[in-house]
């Protein structure tokens, strides 16, 4: 079993920056593949960006891409998002999440989750 929790979100005015973190415990963190995903308010959780185990693969949703980017430091156990150029329809609460196979994109494939952090996109 692995230890999830997200930090670094806040309230930022548009066209700004936030750094999220995911600081992970338990089993091997360098053994994970791993993804961000946010839900907005009435909206169902979406995908965000997805990145290997050893961080040569990464994936975005289209929304993001170009804007955010996803990172990690397996000796310090730790998922990064930098996100940039932020926008008012970011607003949400972002997760970070372990995947155990399947479609990167899709919540099912992802199986231990944290339990969020606040990002709110100010117009």
């Known amino acids: 079993q692995v230890q999830l929790e997200e930090s670094g979100g806040g309230l930022v005015q548009a066209g700004g920056s936030l750094r999220l973190s995911c600081a992970a415990s338990?089993?091997?963190?360098?053994?994970?593949?791993m993804g961000w995903f946010r839900q907005a308010p009435g909206k169902l959780r979406e995908f965000v960006a997805f990145?290997?185990?050893?961080?040569?693969?990464?994936y975005y949703a289209d929304s993001v891409k170009g804007r955010f980017v996803i990172s990690r430091d397996n000796p310090k156990s730790t998922l990064y998002l930098q996100m940039s150029s932020l926008k008012p329809e970011d607003t949400a609460v972002y997760y970070c999440?372990?995947?155990?196979?399947?479609?990167?994109?899709?919540?099912?494939?992802?199986?231990?989750w944290g339990q969020g952090t606040q990002v709110t996109v100010s117009s």
């Open positions: 999440a372990t995947h155990n196979g399947g479609s990167y994109y899709l919540v099912a494939a992802y199986d231990y």
């Open positions: 338990g089993r091997t963190f360098s053994s994970y593949n």
């Open positions: 990145i290997s185990w050893s961080g040569s693969t990464t």
